[in-house]
């Protein structure tokens, strides 16, 4: 979840900005490292765009392929 959550606030701006964004305080985010949560797992994948496992088991998104799947490219 660290990976996810320091991805997710890069595209946003900060850590600050993907609190507010999250409805959270600054310092939740923080905590990410001792302690996890699952509904702050379930905020960062609607921020980030992805998948709630993607979130919780670090896996990378491929460019280009399905979030849901991980097809890559049009129909066949």
């Keep these: 979840m660290r990976a996810a959550e320091r991805n997710i606030s890069r595209a946003y701006g900060g ?9 959270v305080a600054p310092g939740t985010l923080n905590k990410i490292r001792h302690e996890s ?3 702050i797992a379930v905020l960062l994948a609607r ?6 496992e993607q979130v ?4 990378p998104h491929v460019a280009g392929s399905c979030a849901l799947c991980g ?3 049009g129909a066949s």
């Design 56 to 59: 919780l088991t670090g896996r």
């Design 37 to 39: 949560s699952y509904a």
């Design 71 to 73: 097809r890559k490219g």
């Design 15 to 23: 850590r600050d900005v993907l609190a507010s964004v999250l409805g």
């Design 47 to 52: 921020a980030g765009g992805i998948p709630v």
